[in-house]
C-alpha cells in the first residue's frame, strides 16, 4: 500500500512533442506528490509538486494533473525538448512523517 | 543561497579504508538527510536528521555513521564498506517539518 506505481520505464518522443509520464498509488493518505528531475550524474531536483486539493497544477512547460478518485497523477511536458531529457521520479508524502515514497522512474530522451 | 553543497564528489576507498562524505546548506532548513541511489534506481532514505538529532535510521548496517555537528553541516563516515555499497550518495535538507526535500549533486562512490 505504501508503493507508487510509475510507467512507463523509458519514453522517447520527438522535439516539439508531447511527454507524458503516469503514476498510481494506493495510500489514501498520501497528501503530497512531488516530481523530480535527475541528470546524469546529479541529485534529483524538484521540478513541480501538487496537493491532492487541486486536479492540475502548471510552471511553464510542465504540468501535474492529479485524479483523486483514480488515485493517479501525471507530468504532462509541452513543448519537449532535447534538454529535457532526463530521468523523471515521481513520489508522495503524508504529514506523518514526510518521507518521499518513490516511483521506479522513467528515462525520457527527446529526439531532436 | 539555495544550494546543497557534497564533498567530494568522487570517491574511491578499499574495504578496509575509513572515509567520510560531508554536506552543507545554508538555507536555514532544520532536516537533512542521506539518501543512497543505486544505477537507474530511485534514492533510498537512509537517515533523517531532524533540529540535529537523529530522528530515522533506516535499518542502515553500522559501517555507515551519520553525524549532524550543526544544523547546516551533516557528515556520514564510512568504514570496512563493501563493493555493494558502491553508489551515489546523496544529502538533502528541508525545512522540519515540510514535504519539500532539496538535493545536491551527490557523491560518487566506488568501493574496491
Known amino acids: 500500500q505504501q508503493q507508487v506505481k510509475q510507467s512507463p520505464q523509458s519514453l522517447i518522443v520527438q522535439k516539439g512533442g508531447i511527454s507524458i509520464i503516469n503514476c498510481a498509488y494506493e495510500?489514501?493518505?498520501?497528501?503530497?506528490f512531488p516530481w523530480y528531475q535527475q541528470f546524469p550524474g546529479k541529485g534529483p531536483a524538484l521540478l513541480i509538486a501538487?496537493?491532492?486539493d487541486v486536479s492540475e497544477k502548471k510552471e511553464g512547460r510542465f504540468t501535474i494533473s492529479f485524479n483523486k478518485s483514480a488515485k493517479q497523477f501525471s507530468l504532462h511536458i509541452m513543448d519537449s525538448q532535447p534538454g529535457d531529457s532526463a530521468t523523471y521520479f515521481c513520489?508522495?508524502?503524508?504529514?506523518?512523517?514526510?518521507?518521499?515514497?518513490w516511483g521506479a522512474g522513467t528515462k525520457l530522451i527527446i529526439k531532436p | 543561497d539555495t544550494e546543497v553543497t557534497q564533498t567530494p564528489k568522487h570517491l574511491v576507498m578499499g574495504m578496509t579504508n575509513k572515509k567520510s562524505l560531508k554536506c552543507e546548506q545554508h538555507?536555514?532548513?532544520?532536516?537533512m538527510y542521506w539518501y543512497k541511489q543505486k544505477a537507474k534506481k530511485p534514492p533510498e532514505l537512509m537517515f533523517v536528521?531532524?533540529?540535529?538529532?537523529?530522528?530515522i535510521n533506516e535499518s542502515v548496517p553500522s559501517r555507515f555513521s551519520p553525524e549532524c555537528p550543526n544544523s547546516s553541516l551533516l557528515n556520514l563516515h564510512l568504514h570496512a564498506l563493501q563493493p555493494e555499497d558502491s553508489a551515489l550518495y546523496l544529502c538533502?535538507?528541508?525545512?522540519?517539518?515540510?514535504?519539500?526535500?532539496?538535493f545536491g549533486p551527490g557523491t560518487r562512490l566506488t568501493v574496491t
Open positions: 501538487i496537493r491532492p
Open positions: 538533502a535538507s528541508g525545512q522540519a517539518p515540510s514535504y519539500e526535500q532539496y
Open positions: 513520489a508522495a508524502s503524508t504529514m506523518s512523517n514526510y518521507q518521499l515514497i
Open positions: 538555507m536555514g532548513h532544520r532536516a
Open positions: 495510500n489514501t493518505a498520501f497528501d503530497y
Open positions: 536528521y531532524s533540529y540535529e538529532k537523529l530522528s
